[in-house]
């Protein structure tokens, strides 16, 4: 069965540290995974996709790894700010089937001054 | 920058009433979206549509229905609503298939039904 799960569901961080998020996947076969970000009352924001290949890629603080062969991903906050309390959504797709995203439940992340 | 307007951001019904949420997107998406988050569940698909006039059952389709009948617009439709469909619904929008690399989803900003 094709099933992503994020952990840990919440965090709460102080500003300024950082911070890992994990998404573990069971999807398969694999195309990518997607991190999104979604600020309380709107909708998800794409962060970063990686692909099969790929085992880093940054965007500003953000930092997402994938390990392939045991189906991890990560992202990784540096520097945390107030405006990264959101909460994260990994999204992982199949390159079959028309139905093949398959959601996380999301973590919810919380930066306090 | 790709749009995707959902023009009612919260919306109270009544137990049986028809609930009618529209989506409309301006970058001439092929693929459309309709998705409930819930607490602890996250979002959940419910309708898509790869083409006008076309539409094809997600997770969730039950007690819902849809519309395409222009490229730019995906409505969502609750014939008769109940208790248990209060939830936020999330429309969104891809330029191909979002199992393609750049398959992104474009999402709306939601919209908040609460059924009483």
């Known amino acids: 069965k094709n099933q992503v799960e994020q952990s840990p569901q919440s965090l709460i961080i102080l500003e300024g540290k950082n911070c890992t998020l994990q998404c573990n996947y069971t999807v398969s076969p694999f195309s990518n995974l997607r991190w999104y970000k979604q600020d309380t009352g709107r909708g998800p924001v794409s962060l970063t996709i990686m692909t099969f290949s790929e085992n880093t890629k940054s965007n500003g603080r953000y930092t997402a790894t994938l390990d392939a062969d045991t189906k991890q991903s990560s992202l990784h906050i540096t520097a945390s700010q107030l405006s990264d309390s959101a909460s994260y959504i990994c999204?992982?797709?199949?390159?079959?089937?028309?139905?093949?995203?398959?959601f996380g439940t999301g973590t919810r992340l919380t930066v306090i001054p | 920058d790709v749009k995707v307007t959902q023009s009612l951001r919260y919306l109270v019904k009544r137990t049986g009433e028809k609930v009618f949420l529209e989506c409309v997107q301006d970058m001439d998406h092929e693929n459309m979206f309709w998705y409930r988050q819930d607490p602890g569940l996250g979002l959940r698909l419910i309708y898509f549509s790869y083409d006008v006039k076309m539409k094809e059952k997600g997770d969730i389709p039950e007690g819902y229905s849809v519309s395409r009948e222009k490229k730019e617009r995906f409505s969502l439709i609750l014939e008769s609503a109940s208790t248990n469909q209060t939830s936020m619904y999330l429309c969104?929008?891809?330029?191909?298939?979002?199992?393609?690399?750049?398959?992104?989803?474009?999402f709306g900003e939601g919209s908040r039904l609460t059924v009483l």
């Open positions: 969104a929008s891809s330029e191909i298939n979002p199992g393609q690399y750049t398959g992104e989803l474009f």
């Open positions: 999204v992982v797709s199949s390159y079959v089937g028309a139905n093949n995203l398959f």
